[in-house]
């Protein structure tokens, strides 16, 4: 991802803009920013909309109002394209890591056009209403049997019990593959892909062990994928793995690598960001009573909060693009190759965008967030999220309408800039209540 480890010479910073910075880049890792990046996004707003950083990924430009992080998810002059760096970057190239990088290349999140559309087009097969719609017994009784084995006078943890559990059996019944069926399952190792992703300057160590998880979880879905070509014509299934083994007969998707690419990463997206909604979602919501009791006497309240939910505290708080034509903005000159950080949740709390952004407010009249990206990479998978948190949240209100939160409220984060959420979430009912 890096492009340099060292200021641009055009980096022609504004007053105080420096300190705010390099504040910045001292603060990514610590408690505090972990705990509260917010009023560090409020000073990049205020002093250094577009600031250099050499802490991101060896040196990125910064991006952190409303309006220019929604301007560069749009705008075609910054490119998806940018693993090639992020993966095989180091003082000597890790020849290593190759099969990383011809895997993790082709995933639909790092295509630019045309081949974006081409395999957009395909992959959006796994979101039709209908399908959705199909799934919505399955996961009410799946969350039923997790609260149902839960002891809410003794205290659970949330994340455990349903919050990493649940999202992961989520895409897995509508991809087609039964996860429990396969010894550690698809999603084995996905927390070492996660740590890659979430690292602002990952290792050589990151990476490798990231790229071990990425090839299970390929060796996997290679695997369940070679019945199906045999059996394409056969009638009687048409779950998300057949539509892609179509796509690949019919060459919407080109070859076995951009296949395993998209498979891996859909069912690893497709889990993690929902874990961090949930869990996130409901420590903020036992944080704030009288939104909990608004939601208990009003579900038609519940869409709406959870989008609150969203922009309040994205689950992902970054995302990053390759300059690919010479800009200027706000005074810097952006050039062709700069990697560019847009700070989603910095933009999501911009007062220029959203009234009293630093207040969650479940009744706030609805406003754009950018939770879900924006432009042609709009998360895909943006309506099987607010599925699942509403059916969540649904039953915990039907259940324990008095759940609280259980021990400290500073629970263990996870530790990196870019995923929001907690590693674990005791909850328990008081003992008092019915």
Known sequence: MPVRGRAPANFAPAPGALTVVGCLGRQLLDDDFLSDPYPAYRRLRESAPVAWSEEFFGGAWLVSRHADVDMVLRDARFSAQRTGGWVMRGSEPRTELRGFQRLFARALIFLDAPDHARVRQ?????????DLQRLVPRLTQAIADRLDAADPLAGFDFVSTLARPLPAQAIATLMGVDDEAVPGGFLEGSDELA???????????????????????????ETALQ????????PGRDDVLDRLVRAERDGQIRGSAELLAQCVMLLFAGHETTRHLLANGLQILLRDPTAWRSLAEDRALLPAAVRELL??????????RRVTTEMTLHGQTLRRGDLVVALIGSANRDPA????????????????SLAFGQGPHVCLGASLTLLEAQLVFSQLLDRWPQLELAGSSAAQRMGSPLYRGPLELLVRKPSATP
């Open 195 to 221: 740590s890659f992703l979430g690292a602002i300057e990952p290792t050589r160590e990151q990476a490798l062990r990231a790229q071990t998880a990425l090839l299970k979880m390929a060796a996997r879905f």
């Open 311 to 320: 922009r309040f505290d994205s689950p992902v708080q970054y995302t990053g």
């Open 122 to 130: 395909v992959m959006a097969s796994a979101f039709r209403p209908a």
């Open 227 to 234: 019945p199906r070509r045999q059996s394409l014509d056969k």
């Open 353 to 368: 965008q959203h009234e009293r952004p630093d207040e969650f407010d479940i009744s706030r009249r609805p406003a754009p």
